[in-house]
């Protein structure tokens, strides 16, 4: 087996410290993959810190991974040593059903998550991207088209297929219009692929501090929710609203923003529960929905879109050494827009 370095938390109140652990031997059907880079995903927060509940630990976090192949095993037939690669937030699926589900593997059990999780024997546990190397199944690796660096094309693999799955389900294109509710990690990629898609897009973030880089990102609006006139103006003017916010906010006002027939889609996902009112939905039969990352296969369409439109995250890059004070800045929403890992500062 070979040994990895990475960073752990070790406790949903401690730090995250260095941590060397062994990573499985390859099997025939698996790449191995010397990872260069990993996104900082608010998901790799709530999950260090247990907000979720469901933390096992010594935790290795880290689902916006990417690198290059550094082995293959003999059945493997879509990759080769040197191939520019990534992996999202899941590296098996479909585990004890009859077959792999290739559309909603995400949403249906047995899934299997880069971290945080059990492989598909029920005991090794899976290690994340923030480490120099990950073994996985084949067909759970992703293709970086060649125009997309690993650096900026990292948060892809969560960040951007979060946004675009829904995006797409909900038909965002020409005509349509759609809100972003949150400026962050998430949001920034929803405001590109939503524009690339064609849709008419505004944000909704706190303030206006980032109003300059939204709309250079694709945006056609920006409002501050910290002004109750902007519920006021905008009452039933989106088709479709995403909300990106990983805090418990009061749904209801969002709602009031949604067209007749409109749907506002949760990708956030907040420790506490946030109250909905029944009148919140009644009133223009609007549908609250929720949303999960996205298939493999999904993901490549994802990519190929992001590498056809020439789409990458803004990144403030970071040692691994600066990962807790990272943490604290995605707290205050102190990041244009994804903190990336640079795994060579782990030599
Ligand atoms: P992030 O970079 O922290 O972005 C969240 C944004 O929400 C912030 O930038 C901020 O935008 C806004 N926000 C923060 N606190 C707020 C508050 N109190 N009130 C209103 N808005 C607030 O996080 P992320 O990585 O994008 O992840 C966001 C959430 O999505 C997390 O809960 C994460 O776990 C979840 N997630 C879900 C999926 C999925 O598959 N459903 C996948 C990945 C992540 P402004 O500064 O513009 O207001
Ligand atoms: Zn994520």
Request: hydrophobic residues 40%; negative net charge; proline residues 5%.
């Amino acid at each position: 087996m070979a040994i990895a370095k990475g960073y752990a938390a070790t406790d949903a109140s401690k730090p995250l410290t260095p941590f060397t652990f062994e990573r499985r031997e390859p099997n025939d059907d698996d790449v191995v993959i010397a990872v260069q880079y990993c996104g900082l995903c608010h998901s790799d927060i709530h999950q260090a810190r247990n907000e979720w509940g469901n933390s096992k630990y010594p935790m290795v976090p880290g689902h916006e991974v990417a690198g290059v192949v550094s082995a293959i095993g003999s059945k493997v037939t879509k990759f080769k040593i040197g191939d520019h690669v990534g992996v999202g937030c899941f590296v098996n699926s479909c585990v004890g059903l009859p077959e792999r589900n290739v559309d909603i593997e995400q949403y249906l059990p047995g899934i299997v998550q880069t971290y945080n999780d059990v492989e598909a024997d029920g005991t090794t546990p899976t290690y994340g991207g923030y480490s120099d190397s990950i073994v996985v199944k084949e067909g759970y690796v992703l293709s970086f088209p060649e125009n997309i660096p690993l650096d900026s094309g990292a948060p892809l693999l969560c960040a951007g297929i979060t946004l675009y799955s829904p995006l797409a389900h909900w038909k965002a294109g020409p005509g349509k219009k759609v809100a972003i509710v949150g400026m962050g990690g998430l949001g920034h990629m929803g405001v590109k692929i939503g524009a690339a898609m064609g849709a008419d897009i505004t944000v909704l973030s706190q303030s206006l501090s980032k109003k300059e880089d939204g709309l250079r990102l694709g945006a056609k609006d920006y409002y501050a929710t910290s002004d109750a006139e902007t519920f006021k103006k905008l009452a039933g003017t989106f088709d479709l609203i995403i909300c990106t916010v990983g805090v418990a906010i009061d749904w209801n006002a969002y709602l009031g923003l949604l067209k007749v027939d409109g749907t506002m889609v949760l990708v956030g996902a907040p420790e506490h529960p946030a109250p909905v009112h029944a009148f919140s939905v009644i009133a223009g039969r609007k549908a609250l929905a929720g949303s999960g990352i996205g298939s493999i296969k999904e993901t490549q369409e994802m990519l190929d879109f992001c590498g056809k439109h020439n789409i990458v995250s803004d990144i403030e890059m970071i040692n691994m050494q600066d990962i807790n004070e990272a943490y604290e800045r995605v707290l205050k929403s102190d990041v244009r827009y994804r903190f990336v890992i640079d795994i060579a500062s782990l030599a």
